[in-house]
């Protein structure tokens, strides 16, 4: 016979008015036993129970429609009835568990440690270790970045007599430490770890690691020396032994072990850029390159152009103008069609040929990166420079014709020079005319370069340079920024090659250099920008960057500065042979140790005694006046 619903809730609601409980949950448990999953009134017992202080009963009420909950995906519906049950019994273990495993499926980690902490405190007083350590298992796994609760539960594992998995557990942590940059703290808590498991050799590898990251290639070594003995064809130990030989420069070693890998698992391209790696320490990058080409393959079939361009940059960064690689890296954007990228690929590449001297090549390049970029001015001012020096320099003859020429030294000869045996004595000052002595100046064509040779013009920069050179500027800092180091390089000097005088690009050139520590290319480009300092009169600057120059490189600064006094050795002597030549046709010799009898040593009067008698005379009277002597300046 079917139950009358509204009688039972009635007399249950008029029991309750009434405060027979008790007749209440007797009302709605008959209709309970028809209706079970009635979870209202399932819900309304147990509240009943709970209030007539019957807790069990209630706890179990509340339980069965917890279930109900989770199995409906009423997660917070589900917490809030646990929370009940916890707050009639704190210590109910289902409760407990299953409250702080529904708290880690809504992301509540706080909540949920703290009640499976809890639970473990609890079985552990209780004495049930294997629950303790399950629960602390869920604990740790809950949130593997929380380091402090997996070393507990590490240390809780080696108090248990659990050596092994106490030291995995301290891998783990380890594995956590290494991925923040804290790889003196992986060392340490793998250290702990060896001194409960000191044969693991998961623990080994990983210490390994650690080793190598810190730089300590040797100990890392020895280490992975010790697990080979036991897996000889481990490929994970090889990998890594293979790497701590490359760190610690042993090429020889590192060869085998990676050839061994190779043979042990040759389908991973793991092993594959092991190799490349090899060769690029090795400085061989035509071969890097040809393992990298398979991987690099493999990437653009995927559309991965940014993977396989990663790939290529492994050589670029060590060899910026390696041509093959930037060749490579222009085919991988032309195929995925990625005009920024293969823009910037084929400037690299117009720079390395531009470097190599191959002009032809050079100014290819750059007609296509103006094809790419038809309204980039940059690329037009370099196609139109690169097509200057593809024409090359005048020839030499073409150019000593173009030289301005001293104007001869003209002899003046009064055609009414009497008879030679007519001469008794002779004008000295009138003898060396005064054309001839407007020569005798040290600035005398053929001199050594000037700074300002070498340098070139200074140019005034039109609004648009400035603006060029801005932009240049700006896309160096952003290159530098990302990493792109090669690129900020190539961008300043660029500049340079058209404004050698621009002594923020330099200057900028000079900074990227320091912070690469690439001391000989900063020391040379202090050289430059001193020189620039003193063309445009700033002499303490250029001091201090000739101080800075050395202090970098005070080989290459030596090396220069020599060069220097050189130059400006060869300038004061560039005088002394010119002038013997051009004054050995009037029987003259500049600068003689005394002027007498041979001041006429010409070989066309030395023999006419005429010219010796008074040559002797004239000896006499200078002599006589050794003041005088400087004076005539005679050869």
């Not at 770890?193 to 590898?205: E, I, N």
């Not at 800075?548 to 004061?572: F, G, I, M, W, Y």
Request: charged share 30%; proline share 3%.
């Amino acid at each position: 016979m079917a139950l009358n619903k509204d009688k039972i809730f009635k007399a249950a609601d008029k029991a309750i008015r009434a405060n027979k409980i008790e007749k209440a949950i007797k009302e709605y448990e008959t209709w309970l036993n028809e209706n079970p999953k009635d979870w209202n009134v399932v819900r309304q017992v147990g509240d009943l129970y709970s209030r007539v202080g019957r807790r069990d009963e209630a706890t179990k009420k509340y339980a069965i429609v917890a279930d109900h909950y989770k199995r409906d995906g009423f997660n917070v519906r589900a917490i809030a009835t646990h929370k009940m049950i916890l707050r009639l019994d704190s210590h109910n273990e289902s409760a407990m568990r299953n409250l702080a495993e529904l708290q880690a499926e809504e992301g509540l980690l706080m909540e949920a440690k703290s009640h499976f902490q809890t639970l473990v405190e609890l079985y552990t007083k209780q004495g049930h270790k294997k629950r303790a350590a399950e629960v602390f298992k869920k604990l740790s796994e809950i949130d593997p970045q929380d380091v402090k609760v997996r070393y507990k539960y590490a240390e809780f594992l080696s108090k248990q007599g659990k050596s092994e998995e106490a030291s995995r557990e301290y891998v783990g942590i380890a594995d956590q430490f290494i991925s923040q940059g804290l790889v003196d703290e992986a060392v340490k808590i793998l250290e702990q770890g060896r001194s409960l498991a000191s044969s693991d050799p998961v623990l080994k590898v990983k210490l390994a690691q650690a080793h190598s990251l810190q730089g300590n290639h040797v100990a890392a070594i020895a280490l992975l020396e010790e697990v080979r003995g036991t897996h000889p064809n481990d490929p994970v130990l090889l990998g890594r032994l293979g790497e701590a030989y490359l760190g610690a420069g042993n090429m020889t070693e590192a060869e085998s072990v990676f050839q061994q890998l190779q043979e042990v698992d040759p389908q991973n391209p793991e092993n594959t850029l092991r190799l490349a790696d090899l060769r690029i320490a090795q400085s061989k990058f035509d071969d890097a390159l040809e393992h990298l080409t398979v991987l690099v393959d493999r990437e653009v079939a995927n559309n991965e152009g940014a993977k396989a361009a990663e790939l290529l940059q492994k050589i670029i960064s060590k060899e910026p103008y390696h041509v093959k690689s930037l060749l490579k890296l222009a085919e991988v954007h032309t195929i995925l069609k990625h005009d920024s990228g293969r823009v910037m690929a084929y400037d690299s590449l117009c720079e390395a040929y531009h470097r190599t001297g191959d002009a032809e090549r050079s100014v290819h390049v750059a007609e296509q990166l103006v094809e790419l970029e038809p309204e980039n001015a940059q690329h037009k001012d370099r196609l139109e420079f690169l097509k200057s020096k593809l024409v090359g320099p005048p020839p030499e003859a073409a150019q000593k014709a173009q030289r301005p020429q001293a104007p001869a030294s003209e002899i003046r000869i009064d055609e009414n020079i009497p008879d030679l045996n007519e001469i008794t004595e002779v004008d000295l000052v009138e003898a060396v005319s005064d054309g001839f002595e407007a020569e005798l100046t040290l600035d005398a064509p053929g001199s050594a370069p000037t700074v300002a040779a070498e340098l070139g013009e200074m140019i005034e920069l039109t609004q648009e340079d400035e603006e060029n050179i801005r932009e240049k500027l700006t896309e160096a800092e952003v290159f530098v920024k990302y990493g792109l180091v090669d690129k900020a390089i190539t961008q300043l000097l660029d500049v340079l090659e058209s404004f050698r005088f621009h002594v923020d690009s330099r200057a900028k050139l000079v900074e990227i250099y320091k912070e690469q520590n690439m001391s000989r290319e900063a020391s040379e480009q202090l050289m430059q920008l001193a020189r620039v300092y003193d063309q445009i009169g700033r002499s303490a600057d250029a001091s201090q960057a000739r101080e800075e120059a050395t202090e970098l490189n005070p080989v290459l600064a030596a090396e220069t500065a020599s060069a220097e006094l050189a130059a400006q050795e060869e300038l004061e002597l560039t005088l002394a042979p010119e002038t013997d030549s051009d004054l050995g046709d009037v029987g003259l010799e500049l600068d003689a140790p005394s002027v007498g009898a041979d001041i006429f040593s010409s070989p066309r009067l030395e023999d006419a005694p005429v010219f010796k008698e008074v040559g002797k005379e004239v000896g006499k009277e200078v002599g006589d006046d050794a003041g005088e002597e400087e004076e005539f300046a005679v050869v």
